[in-house]
């Protein structure tokens, strides 16, 4: 056992041992609950998964290559070093191509996004200045918009109201009331 902790924790596999110990530490946090993962986009073939993962993988194949390479060959510390981040980055990329499938990209909602929507009206009446509604997009989330309206329809609070454009220059959504019919009459 000293024999294996005295590879570990010399040159070259001590370099890849402290981001190991770091890439533990994050996961027995993250065990707890605490939420680490920053979202930064990796490249080279590394993106479409959390980076968390990325690192994950890269870093204990890497450590692994490296002390093995260290205790199968003596000397060619540099070489055997730059060996095993490449191996450790061949794994990670193959290994992330299959679990792309389990992190799909979710492209970020648009403002146009919410024309075609019916919002409820949250002030005390809409104008042609002035109006907020509340409109859910489609993933479930909601939003407080500001509205307005060119006719003279009575838009209060709790209305539901159709957003038919958006202006981009006032930033607001034009609104129309929806017609409701009593039961049978059309």
Not at 101 to 120: I, M, Q, W
Not at 122 to 147: K, P
Request: hydrophobic share 55%; with cysteine; aromatic share 10%.
């Amino acid at each position: 056992m000293g024999d294996f902790f005295a590879a570990a924790l010399a040159f070259p596999t001590v370099v890849l041992s402290i981001p190991l110990v770091v890439v533990v530490l994050f996961w027995l946090l993250a065990a707890f609950g605490v939420d680490l993962d920053g979202g930064v986009e990796l490249a080279y073939g590394l993106g479409g998964v959390p980076t968390s993962v990325v690192v994950s993988l890269l870093v204990p194949v890497a450590w692994f290559a490296c002390l093995a390479g260290t205790t199968l060959v003596d000397g060619f510390d540099i070489a055997i070093l730059a060996g095993s981040l490449a191996v450790g980055y061949l794994v990670a990329r193959l290994a992330v191509i299959p679990l792309r499938h389990l992190y799909p990209t979710v492209e970020s909602a648009s403002r146009n996004d919410f024309v075609g929507k019916v919002c409820v009206i949250r002030t005390g009446t809409v104008t042609a200045s002035f109006g907020q509604a509340e409109v859910t997009a489609d993933d479930g989330s909601s939003a407080i918009v500001q509205v307005r309206q060119a006719g003279q329809d009575p838009l209060t609070a709790g209305v539901t109201a159709l957003i038919f454009d958006y202006d981009q220059d006032g930033e607001f959504f034009w609104v129309a009331p929806i017609p409701t019919y009593p039961l049978g009459e059309h």
